[in-house]
């Protein structure tokens, strides 16, 4: 009975620190027409997104309250016809720029090398620089409202995340565990007011930074061979003395990360060894974290069977309330929690073989992503 009152324990108290943070630390810029009165560009790098770049792009032209708005686009080495989309959808625009970008060089991966050559090719009058994935779709006041946000904050990063959006049996048990993960184990509060490196998170689908303090951490070319670019950016701000803050962008922005088990898989097999660094530090916290949320209705069903009420009792009240976290992480980032979040344990179980899969392609140098080496 001890080790399931323990166990108990434990899930309350995750559980408890969900809702804290869910609840009273978590920042939520509005949505309301506001007006910006800096210059901001918004910076979208593109490979092969041709089938899903033309929502995103026509969200951006439609953003108000930012008079002085650049979009940037940059093609970086598409063969699908991107860059043609992104004309056909831009037109005459004067605030559409369109850049051609260059292959990575030795000890660089894609992505910040993307990013890289978008901050330095938007030229000097943007204050505020945007970073924005193709799958991201904003409202029309998203970017007045994270700029804003990121003011408001006192901060240099700004991570608004937002709703993610899930349509498939794997979707809906993969995906909601960025939100859960950070909302059940950083302390929001302590991340924002601490300078170290180590308290940092970020999500690079939708990220707001001040130029002046980004260029101080040393910009993109900071993580030049990071798989993590934007928690990696994070950091690099925090060391630079600046300060990060994550905020729920659900009604910012939508999300469709991945259109296929196939795509969501492989998603995240690239970049998970990276989320935990070495392979013993991956096998304790996924213990853990099987231990604590899929051990629970186990060890309440063999309790039941085995006669033992008052233990089965305990084992059933923390996988509620491991569903109870999960639920309120759902429904505080603006995504599905019912019937999903009772499916929580086997959540974790996917969870536990996308991080094992990662290192075992890590090791034979099979990771790739968008045609390219990864890790």
């Known amino acids: 009975m001890i080790p399931a009152l323990v166990l108990l324990a434990a899930v309350a108290v995750l559980t408890a620190h969900t809702v804290v943070n869910a609840t009273a630390w978590l920042r939520r810029p509005g949505n309301n027409p506001v007006q910006v009165t800096e210059a901001v560009a918004v910076l979208l790098p593109l490979r092969d997104e041709a089938d899903r ?48 970008g260059v292959a990575p060089p030795p000890g660089w991966l894609g992505k910040p090398h993307a990013c890289w050559q978008l901050a330095t090719r938007t030229g000097p009058a943007p204050t505020v620089l945007v970073f924005v994935d193709a799958d991201v779709v904003l409202t029309p006041y998203a970017v007045a409202a994270a700029v804003t946000g990121l003011r408001a904050a006192g901060a240099t990063l700004l991570s608004p995340y937002p709703r993610i959006l899930v349509r498939t049996a794997a979707d809906r048990l993969v995906q909601p565990l960025l939100q859960w993960l950070w909302l059940t184990f950083l302390p929001l509060r302590a991340m924002e007011r601490s300078p170290r490196p180590s308290l940092a998170a970020a999500g690079g689908q939708f990220l707001v930074v001040d130029r ?36 729920d962008g659900s009604r910012l922005a939508e999300c469709r990360m991945y259109d296929s088990w196939p795509q969501l898989r492989d998603g995240y097999s690239k970049s998970l060894w990276a989320s935990f660094g070495h392979p013993a530090a991956a096998a304790v916290v996924v213990a853990l974290l099987l231990l604590l949320y899929t051990a629970p209705p186990l060890v309440a069903l063999g309790a039941l069977v085995a006669g033992a009420p008052v233990p089965a009792g305990l084992a059933l009240a923390a996988y509620l309330l491991g569903v ?37 392609l890590r090791k034979r140098r099979r990771l790739t992503w968008r045609g390219r080496p990864v890790g």
Do not use: F, M, N
């Open 53 to 100: 770049v033309t929502p995103c792009l026509r969200a951006l032209l439609a953003q108000h309250g930012v008079p002085e708005l650049r979009i940037v686009v940059l093609d970086d080495g598409s063969t699908d016809g991107t860059a043609d989309v992104v004309r056909a959808v831009a037109g005459d625009d004067p605030r559409v720029t369109l850049l051609t």
């Open 324 to 360: 109870t976290g999960r639920a309120v992480s759902a429904r505080a980032t603006g995504g599905r929690a019912w019937p999903d979040a009772l499916a929580h344990p086997v959540s974790v179980v996917v969870l536990g073989w996308l991080t094992l899969r990662s290192y075992h």
């Open 212 to 247: 002046a303090g980004y260029l101080r951490a040393g910009g993109h070319a900071a993580v030049a061979d990071r798989v993590l670019e934007d928690i990696e950016l994070a950091r690099a701000v925090k060391r630079s003395g600046g300060r990060i803050a994550l905020a």
